[in-house]
């Protein structure tokens, strides 16, 4: 019994236990916050006694009232400064001192030298053995305050101010040297209220990461001095002929005044204009007193003459973008350990030149009529292989390389990506009829060129005469009735041919509101051209190390081209794009007896105008627009570019044979009737338009390669195949008419 009393009763003492120790821990809570409180109380009774004693009133109050605002106003301020200044750092993430260590000597298709990119053969010379009179030329004239600010100079930029407004113009800048040396080594020379801002914050990060001398020397090193040359020991050698430690004070001074616009102020460009430029750099030196007029004077009356080098020729948006592309190569591990390398390109120098002339014609000509000052070119083989590129009018006044770097809308030339998802769905074919009527979605009603509509047409119409609804609907019908599920089918759709850009949902995407670039469209357009695959853009075909052995090829090392559209979507949607060149809004592109097909795009405002064409042969994409996005005088994409297109593009097909596009057949109506055929060809032997030097296609650039690689082996006479040899016959030095049409 004893034993069975005791476990009855553990239980109820347990519990007793349990409920003592929760009351305990209770008082100790309460406990605990009453003491808190009356802790709190205390110290903030202390703290109000103290406070009375600091109490102010009148205008010292003001005065503490007024620091509290600045107080809080900066912390606020500097947190906002904080959130700005992320983008920039991250620009700083890599090693940005050995982002150009690269030294590239690039070839045209045809084997010859046509520029070298990369500073390190550059900077060789130390800072030291620069002339005194070379530095004092450029702190005079770009940033006297060198050594006295801390990357941006609040005292120069209100100096700036001061005398461009009594001047009523720009004649001084407010940007340090520092500023400059952050824009050449991480940002672009776009005009943008953000690019100011992240100058401004890498402009203070170089301050604390280099020294001057170092800040200095790399500016000296990176600036781009017009001719193709970056920095002032190149351009010395460039302009002058020597040595930048043998400059004269003149020569220095016409050195120091191409910082500002190298094209402008380019000897080989002006020379008038570049001794106008060296005096008024004499003059600073005097005004900032780090010499007398006294010193000047020989200088200003025995100005610079440059070395007699003719015009020299360097495609510098081209060699940009090629290098850029080496660079990424090299940071793959895709061209091992070398870091000096020979790169053999795309590049057709004579197609580039007509490129950058016909351009830089239509816009001196047309350019006031239209209110248009900017334009961009890229023409590429359909494997994206890049020949030409134009990233701008002048690239001593802008480095900026449109081509590549500008994002603007394309308006109705997206439209074939649209039509594109709608072949490619099974649910529609050319013939399809659909109606183009208003419509809207939510509040926005996108309206026709001219506000008409055509009522029931065909895909093939909708598209040959650009109509905007049919593509909004065509949004709506692929998502099964919801516009958003429709319109990320056509992003899928953008990106599998070649859309790198990030793509923005919006409803006015159908109709090309979207930013990119005329480089990716170019890859876009390629695919078309090429029976449906990926058309990477690459202007490297092969890449060699210092000794001639090839290390990179871009068939083999390359992007890969997979299909992606099957043989019926490309035959559909090739054959309505050439309705547009031969019915629609692309008619001015027109080239007689050459299958073609593109696309026009105009966007609001005619902000952009766009045309994008091709035949078997080529692919070419031709921008026009403004910098500022102001709006042109109502210029469409079949006026001044697609009439600029066709000058161009008919210069490169002179002397190839017509060929169809993918799975297209001629047709006279669309493509030219033999007799215009003939009238063409005649036109071109009359002279009626410049004839086009002999080029080689890719085929026989590869087998005048072959055999040159063959030749230089020591063989023997007997070992060396014969047939390549015999195919190029060639005639007194030169490749014959028969070798060239069997190797294209």
Known sequence: MWGRHSMLTKPSSLWARTKRALLGADSFIDSGLYGAGEWITDAYRRFALHADKLHVSGIRRLIVELLSEAATL???GLVGLLMLAQPAFRLTSDDFLSRQDLAVTFLGRNGVEIGKRGLKQDATIPLSEFPDHLLKAVFATEDRRFYEHFGIDPVGLVRALTVNARASGVVQGGSTLTQQLAKNIFLTNERSFERKVKEAFLSIWLERRLTKSQILKLYLDRAYMGGGTFGVAAASEYYFGKSVKEISLAEAAMLAGLFKAPTKYGPYVNLPAARARANDVLSNMVDAGFMTEGQVLAARQNPATPVDRGRDYSPDYYLDYAYDEVRKLADAGKLGPERSVIVRTAFDADLQRKAESSIEAALRDEGDHWNVEQSAMVIMEPDGAVRVMV????????????????????GSSFKPIVYTTALASGKFHPDTMIVDAPICIVNWCPSNFGGKYMG???????????LNS????????L????????RARIIEMAKRLGITTEINDTQSLPIGAVGVNPLEIASVYAVFANGGRRAPPHAAIEIMNPKGQVIYTFDKDG???P???????ETDIVGMMRHVVAEGTGRAAIIPGMMLAGKT??????????FDGYSAYLVGVIWMGNDDYEPTNGMTGGSLPAKTWHEIMAYAHQGLDPKPLPFQQFDDRLDGTPAARAKDEQARGTGVAAPRSQTLSRRSMEVINGIENLLAQPVAVQEVPTDPVRILQLEDGRLSAAGARALR
């Open 456 to 466: 029931r047409v065909t895909l093939t119409q909708a598209i040959t005469h650009s």
């Open 563 to 569: 299909q992606v559209l099957s043989t019926q979507v």
């Open 479 to 486: 998502g099964d009735g919801n516009p958003k599920a429709g």
């Open 391 to 410: 990233g701008g009018r002048d690239y001593g006044d802008s480095q900026f390389n449109r081509a590549t770097d500008s994002l603007r809308q394309p």
């Open 74 to 76: 900066g912390t606020v």
């Open 559 to 561: 992007a890969p081209r």
């Open 470 to 477: 049919v593509p909004v609907r065509l949004s709506i019908a």
């Open 601 to 610: 795009g105009t966007t609001n405002a005619s902000r952009d105008a766009w």
